[in-house]
């Protein structure tokens, strides 16, 4: 088994908590955790990889995953298989909640990746078009740790349930 690539870019912390949880989740021996900022080169060695983002002041790309952004838009993920988490405000940044999420969706996507881990988008309450697959998902796991703090373990929970087959867990 090929084990998965968790890459994650963190400012205060609150992603890289997530990606721990996430990493926890599936298995921790079956997961890599790399922070974007110092490992971003080692993602092209894995078939399967977890990406994980915050969104910065109205609609930014969290800093690390930003300085990154010209390596990546190079690489090709054809034939690789990617889940997407974000963590943002929705209550505070409603019109930009999750953007970042969405601004990786498109860059992993236009380099050819095979995406998994869609998730709903009952129970948020927010106004962004750009981390949306459809009206009703998000393009990855939705995480607001500001405001709704108390769901965050069951979402993961639920997000590694649904993602497991794509990963060969």
Not at 77 to 95: E, I, M, N, S
Not at 132 to 143: Q, T
């Amino acid at each position: 088994m090929d084990k998965i690539g968790l890459f994650y870019g963190t400012y205060t912390g609150v992603t890289g908590e997530v990606a721990k949880k996430i990493a926890a989740e599936l298995g921790a021996d079956k997961v890599d955790l790399h922070n974007i900022c110092c490992d971003g080169d080692k993602m092209g060695d894995y078939q399967k990889l977890i990406i994980g983002t915050s969104t910065w002041s109205i609609g930014e790309l969290q800093e690390d995953w930003d300085s990154f952004m010209p390596k990546l838009q190079t690489m090709d993920f054809t034939g690789k298989v990617v889940a997407l988490f974000g963590t943002g405000d929705q209550v505070g940044y409603p019109d930009t909640f999750l953007d970042g999420m969405g601004m990786l969706y498109e860059t992993f996507q236009f380099r050819g990746a095979t995406f998994v881990g869609f998730w709903p988008t009952t129970g948020y309450d927010f106004t962004s078009p750009l981390p949306l697959l459809d009206h009703d998902h998000f393009v990855g796991l939705a995480i607001d740790e500001d405001n709704q703090a108390e769901l965050t373990d069951s979402r993961i929970k639920e997000w590694c349930r649904l993602i497991r087959p794509a990963f060969g867990l």
